[in-house]
């Protein structure tokens, strides 16, 4: 049964969002299964790795971090604009990080953490030197941002997965 429908419950929801688009009939429901159970098997194929969290507690304390940060970050971008960067420059530029995290799970969180933070965008990950390129709208100390990525994100991440 694993090798047939190797996600049913995939299989199984995109077979009903296929029905609830599509008008009901014996026609839609064959191409419906056909299509979820195609979708099952290429998402068998380029199924990722189990992540293992090694320390939940950390997990919770990056997420109020990170919340914090967003909030922190969404009243500075939003001065920013209003005020038209009248009260000082701003300075748009590029940044390199030297990163220690290698995990790809840990890599992809970092990711989605630095892009959902008005402000700045995660741009490259060059895995042989592991540097990251990243784009910040206000970037005022460029060992402010290493610091902060690298001990705050970072060694989070790392007591995390790693």
Same mark, same amino acid.
Request: glycine share 6%; aromatic share 8%; proline share 4%.
């Given at each position: 049964?694993?090798?047939?429908?190797?996600?049913?419950?995939?299989?199984?929801?995109?077979?009903?969002?296929?029905?609830?688009?599509?008008?009901?009939?014996?026609?839609?429901?064959?191409?419906?299964?056909?299509?979820?159970?195609?979708?099952?098997?290429?998402?068998?194929?380029?199924?990722?790795?189990?992540? =293992?969290? &090694?320390? +939940? #507690? /950390?997990?919770?304390? *990056?997420?109020?971090?990170? $919340? !914090?940060?967003?909030?922190?970050?969404?009243?500075?971008?939003?001065?920013?604009?209003?005020?038209?960067?009248?009260?000082?420059?701003?300075?748009?530029?590029?940044?390199?990080?030297?990163? =220690?995290? &290698?995990? +790809? #799970? /840990?890599?992809?969180? *970092?990711?989605?953490?630095? $892009? !959902?933070?008005?402000?700045?965008?995660?741009?490259?990950?060059?895995?042989?030197?592991?540097?990251?390129?990243?784009?910040?709208?206000?970037?005022?100390?460029?060992?402010?941002?290493?610091?902060?990525? &690298?001990?705050?994100?970072?060694?989070?991440? *790392?007591?995390?997965?790693?």
């Amino acid at each position: 049964m694993n090798r047939l429908i190797p996600h049913p419950l995939l299989s199984l929801s995109l077979l009903f969002i296929w029905l609830l688009l599509n008008a009901f009939s014996l026609g839609h429901l064959l191409l419906g299964a056909a299509i979820a159970l195609v979708a099952g098997w290429a998402f068998g194929a380029v199924e990722p790795q189990r992540m =293992r969290v &090694r320390n +939940p #507690a /950390a997990m919770v304390r *990056l997420v109020a971090m990170v $919340t !914090a940060d967003i909030v922190r970050s969404n009243v500075a971008v939003a001065g920013l604009i209003l005020t038209n960067g009248r009260h000082g420059r701003r300075r748009s530029d590029f940044l390199r990080i030297e990163l =220690r995290l &290698r995990d +790809p #799970a /840990a890599l992809a969180v *970092l990711a989605i953490i630095l $892009t !959902a933070t008005p402000g700045t965008a995660w741009l490259e990950f060059d895995p042989d030197t592991g540097i990251l390129l990243l784009h910040v709208f206000d970037l005022k100390d460029t060992d402010e941002w290493q610091v902060l990525i &690298r001990d705050r994100y970072e060694a989070q991440l *790392l007591e995390i997965f790693v």
